[in-house]
């Protein structure tokens, strides 16, 4: 849980898609996280990318007891493609 000027910012829904294929799992009204789930997320051999990731994946553990393991935040992957001699275009905020 993270308080911000009084108020409470917490996780509500994790959205997790491959291809055209997409999980909306609505962490807060959830009994229980599925164990599938958990060994999902802390397995380092997957990488999880998007944008504005970095605050969420911070709640997690304080929110729900869960890690990610392999977290990218497009917002600062730039510096990274343009030190491998590539330029991507500005990503949308």
């Not at 898609?17 to 997957?46: Q, R, W």
């Not at 998007?50 to 553990?61: A, Y």
Request: glycine share 6%; hydrophobic share 40%.
């Amino acid at each position: 849980m993270v308080v911000v000027n009084g108020h409470v910012h917490t996780v509500y829904v994790l959205q997790l898609c491959v291809g055209k294929f997409c999980l909306v799992f609505h962490i807060l009204h959830a009994e229980k996280i599925p164990l599938e789930l958990i060994n999902f997320l802390e397995n380092p051999k997957y990488t999880f990318v998007g944008v504005g990731l970095d605050n969420d994946v911070e709640k997690l553990p304080s929110d729900y007891d869960l890690k990610v393991t392999n977290v990218h935040d497009l917002r600062t992957c730039d510096d990274i493609f343009r030190h491998r001699g590539r330029r991507v275009g500005p990503v949308a905020k």
